[in-house]
């Protein structure tokens, strides 16, 4: 069966430090998105992203996060200078845009910021 | 968005029927009903969504009654494995609508 997959399964950096997460997902889908959940806390929209643009996204979502597909099989999150509360897991997700909106979810990017 | 109300927790035995019932007063014409499940250290799985009355599908069955405002998620005969936060969620299922989880049910099945 197809499935989301996302790498490294775990990232540590330091404050200030800029990570990508990477995320393939399910290859005939067309709509991407990104979510996070701080230790303990439920699940967070950040952005989703349909025909190489941002279709929408949280407040959660500044300047300090971009998304992009860089090539035909990739959906990458870019946190550019780290915080501490970015500490959390990531969980990138695919849709194929069916009429009941299944999202498929990655096993997640575990973020420490130290 | 319709908020939903879920309970914190549930305990169950295996073998055991369980029921989590889910509030949704303020539930638009257009919204459907839609569970997903959470394994710790996991992303969240779709388990069955619906529009009114029953579905049933080979992991749970989905009540709705006629009001809509509420919902129950039912799993027959639990396992250890069912273990697990069971989200709730309510919306417009077009396109590509972001989801939007509450703090969902967590269940724990023991022996």
């Known amino acids: 069966e197809p499935e989301v997959t996302q790498t490294p399964s775990h990232q540590v950096t330091q404050m200030g430090q800029e990570v990508i997460l990477r995320c393939v997902p399910i290859?005939?889908?067309?709509?991407f998105y990104w979510y996070r959940q701080i230790l303990g806390q439920k699940v967070e929209f950040l952005v989703s992203f349909y025909n190489n643009e941002i279709s929408e996204k949280s407040e959660i979502f500044d300047d300090q996060f971009s998304v992009e597909r860089p090539d035909g099989s990739n959906f990458t999150l870019k946190i550019r200078s780290t915080k501490l509360e970015d500490s959390a897991m990531y969980f990138c997700?695919?849709?194929?845009?069916?009429?009941?909106?299944?999202?498929?979810f990655g096993p997640g990017t575990r973020l420490t910021v130290l | 968005l319709a908020k939903t109300t879920q309970p914190i927790s549930m305990d169950s035995y295996e073998g055991q029927e369980v029921n989590i019932t889910c509030s949704h007063n303020?539930?638009?014409?257009?919204?459907?009903i839609t569970w997903y499940q959470q394994f710790p250290s996991q992303g969240p799985r779709f388990i069955i969504q619906g529009y009114k009355t029953k579905v049933t599908n080979e992991v749970a069955s989905l009540f709705i009654p006629a009001d809509r405002k509420s919902s129950t998620l039912s799993l027959p005969r639990v396992s250890l494995s069912d273990t697990a936060v069971y989200y709730c969620l309510v919306g417009d299922r077009g396109g590509f609508q972001k989801l939007v989880f509450g703090t969902g049910t967590r269940l724990l099945v023991s022996p």
């Open positions: 303020n539930i638009a014409t257009n919204d459907y």
């Open positions: 997700a695919s849709s194929d845009g069916r009429d009941n909106n299944e999202q498929f």
């Open positions: 290859s005939n889908h067309l709509y």
